[in-house]
């Protein structure tokens, strides 16, 4: 397996590293320059949201060079532009626009999980999530006021629901060693716990380093789930409706 996997990596470097590297950029930019969130602005949003409007252009670009645009890509494209409106509202999120930034990413959880498709459906692996969903919206429902105590179970259940269908399919056995499978499983288990380190600074208490953990495991994820285009074709999606 390890030898499937290796030569898997090297392609997916030669060919989509050079693509990357507006992402690199910018995700570089938003470290160095670390504009302070006490004073938001549009051009803090705007370096905020470059490496995830980054990605949406890898996205573009790979359709065109393919000269095809499978509705994998495109349901990606769109959870991509999503996040980045969730982007630009949390920016400014203690001055009233959290909730609409959860709404944003929450509709794009839904459309990586429509992208990443309903079959097999492992209802067992969602149960499990449920369950573990659930005890941290009980750990955390005490800190909660006002609108947050609903709106938070709505974004746990679809932040649920995409790590679900991200790792049901591993149960695919022509997925097993897929370098795009792993991109998903990755980038979704790493969304989770950047969301899980964000809710408990913001609504608990104060974590060490906070927001450099959170923003770098956020665009990490988003990158690795972009990457999951690569390998994508509408072949696949054929195989999400048999």
Known sequence: MAQAWKQPAALYVKSVGPKLIPFLKTFC???????????????????????VLSLAFFVLAHGFSLGTFPPYSRKILSGLLFSALGDVFLTWGDQGFFIHGMLMFGISHILYSWAFGFRPLRLGLALSILVLGAVYYVAVYSYLQGPM?????????????????????????????????????????????????????RFCFALPYARAIVMSSYYIAQMLITLSIVEHSDQDSLWKRN
């Open 29 to 51: 930019i938003y470290f160095v320059l670390w504009l302070p969130t006490s004073n938001p602005s549009w051009i803090s949003a705007l370096v905020k949201c470059l490496p």
């Open 149 to 201: 105590v609903y709106a938070l179970v709505g974004y746990v259940l679809v932040l649920g629901a995409m790590s679900w269908r991200a790792i049901a399919r591993a149960g695919v056995s022509r997925y097993n060693q897929s370098w795009s499978h792993g991109c998903t499983v990755a980038g979704a288990v790493i969304f989770v716990a950047s969301d899980l380190i964000l809710s408990i600074d």
